[in-house]
C-alpha cells in the first residue's frame, strides 16, 4: 500500500484548498480510506472517509459543512475540498486506509478513540491557515 498527500499549503482564513492523496496496492471494495488531521500539540484526530462497500462518506463534526471527501478510481486518487478554512484547521493532514471498511467512520464520528489505528498512512501535506 502506498499513499501520498498533496496540496497543502498557507491560505488565510476564509479560503480553500483541495488536497490529494493518491492510492495503491489495495483493493478498493474491502478498505475505508480517510483524512486526519494532527494540529501542534495536539492528539491526531479524524476528519473525513469514504467507505469502499458503499461510497457512503462521513465527516467529524469539527469541518461537517466545509469540508468535502471525494474519490476518483479511474485516477485511484482521493480528495479533500476544504472551503471555508479556519486559524483551528492548521495541522498537518494524513491520508490512511484501514482495512475494516467500517472502523474508520467509527472514529470520524467519534464513537470510538483510536485516531492513530489505522492500517496505512501516507507522510502528511501541511495546511496552514492565517487569521
Known amino acids: 500500500v502506498q499513499l501520498a498527500e498533496s496540496g497543502g499549503g498557507l491560505v488565510q482564513a476564509g479560503g480553500s484548498l483541495r488536497l490529494s492523496c493518491e492510492a495503491s496496492?489495495?483493493?478498493?471494495?474491502?478498505?475505508?480510506i480517510g483524512w486526519f488531521r494532527r494540529a501542534p500539540g495536539k492528539e491526531r484526530e479524524a476528519v473525513s472517509c469514504i467507505t469502499g462497500r458503499d461510497g457512503k462518506t462521513y465527516y467529524a463534526d469539527s469541518v461537517k459543512g466545509r469540508f468535502t471527501i471525494s474519490s476518483d478510481n479511474a485516477k485511484n486518487t482521493m480528495y479533500l475540498q476544504m472551503n471555508n478554512l479556519k486559524p483551528d484547521d492548521t495541522a498537518i493532514y494524513y491520508c490512511?486506509?484501514?482495512?475494516?471498511?467500517?472502523?474508520?467512520?467509527?472514529?470520524?464520528?467519534?464513537?470510538?478513540?483510536?485516531?492513530?489505528?489505522?492500517?496505512?498512512w501516507g507522510k502528511g501535506t501541511v495546511v496552514i491557515v492565517s487569521s
Open positions: 490512511a486506509v484501514d482495512f475494516r471498511p467500517f472502523y474508520m467512520a467509527t472514529i470520524v464520528l467519534g464513537r470510538t478513540n483510536d485516531s492513530n489505528g489505522m492500517d496505512y
Open positions: 496496492g489495495f483493493p478498493a471494495d474491502d478498505v475505508a
